[in-house]
């Protein structure tokens, strides 16, 4: 079976390897839904009203000014000096797009027209820095930053904002599309960019599973955690470990390096969670995964800042999170706390003043 024309990736479908795909697949999918009816059963949270906060609002819009600088600084290295940018400051993407995030979720909360203009620009001139180098971390920025805006007006979503919605997602999805094939210098033809729509990413990510499926059924390649270790200890900034003098286990979003397709990328979630408990680590997976996200669906219901912020930062961890595993979404939590040391920074400023 051929699963990417470009690419040249195929594999022989046979039998047993269709039952252990709809095995690995019927298990993940259990596992969410044992964990969605379980949400059911818990009482419902309920939202209250003139709830004191620690911090003010002076306090986030102080820390959003130093965001707000953050993100200029790379979007204009960026659109200067793309070559120095990306060899200067490698792997601090995610940190300019949690930083726009940031001051997003503070527009949100404190909506102004000025502050969604800022917001709004901030989002446009990355999308516009990060296509003009080949990179598609703008796409899960513009995801956050939709849902953001229909959690804070869901109140007011109706049909035809689910049409406008939908098409803009479809647009998303084709400029990624063509972004990708633009970086791998594949010719914009009406077949190839067919192929890319068809057979990409979406199918790509199957064939380390596959491989897996096909070599490791028998569990001797279990890892028993060891990766879920190694994204734990590499959550600490990168200056840390070099300071200490240690390598750092995992440098990238990447927590599979252990399965790396050249020009593809990483490994499906299930597939790390099959890499190291096997099965039950499948199910384990989509249960623990759809509590999570439940849980922070029903936290965030409060028009509050620090939800609001929590809630885009997740949503723009979930398709880093489908493709490689937890590693980035523990990324986005490690900056929500250290947002939160730079918020009390800022309160304890405006006290000594």
Not at 7 to 16: I, R, S, T, V
Not at 117 to 140: E, P, W
Not at 200 to 222: K, M, R
Not at 317 to 323: K, L, T
């Amino acid at each position: 079976m051929i699963l990417w024309p470009i690419g040249g990736y195929e594999f022989y479908l046979d039998d047993p390897l269709v039952f252990r795909l709809a095995l690995v697949w019927f298990l993940g999918v259990t596992g969410a839904f044992v964990a969605y009816l379980f949400s059911l059963l818990m009482p419902a949270y309920k939202t209250t009203t003139g709830r004191t906060s620690f911090f003010s609002p002076m306090d986030f819009k102080l820390a959003g000014i130093l965001f707000f600088g953050v993100s200029i600084f790379f979007i204009l290295f960026r659109l200067l000096n793309s070559d120095a940018m990306l060899a200067t400051f490698a792997g601090v993407e995610s940190v300019v797009v949690f930083s726009i995030i940031m001051v997003s979720a503070l527009a949100l909360a404190y909506p102004s027209r000025s502050m969604f203009l800022i917001s709004a620009m901030l989002v446009i001139s990355y999308c516009v820095a990060n296509a003009m180098t080949g990179d598609r971390d703008f796409v899960v920025l513009v995801v956050a930053y939709i849902l953001g805006m229909m959690f804070r007006y869901r109140h007011l979503i109706e049909l035809k904002i689910l049409a406008i919605v939908t098409c803009l997602m479809l647009f998303l999805l084709a400029t990624g599309v063509i972004v990708s094939m633009s970086r791998m210098d594949v010719e914009l033809t009406s077949a190839n960019i067919a192929q890319y729509f068809l057979f990409n990413s979406w199918n790509a990510i199957i064939l380390p599973l596959v491989e897996q499926l096909t070599d490791f059924w028998g569990g001797e390649h279990l890892r028993y955690g060891q990766t879920y270790l190694d994204m734990f200890l590499s959550l600490a900034p990168s200056p840390i470990y070099s300071a200490l003098g240690v390598d750092k286990p995992i440098v990238v979003d990447n927590p599979a390096l252990w399965y790396y397709i050249t020009g593809l990328g990483g490994i499906h979630v299930a597939g790390v969670a099959f890499e190291n408990f096997g099965l039950l680590g499948v199910f384990l997976n989509g249960f623990i995964s759809i509590c999570f996200l439940r849980l922070i669906d029903a936290q965030c219901r409060n028009d509050d800042f620090l939800r609001f912020f929590l809630y885009m930062l997740c949503s723009a961890s979930v398709m880093h999170w489908v493709w490689y595993g937890e590693i980035y979404l523990l990324n986005a939590l490690v900056f929500y706390v250290m947002a939160l040391g730079l918020f009390l920074a800022m309160k304890l400023f405006r006290a000594v003043r």
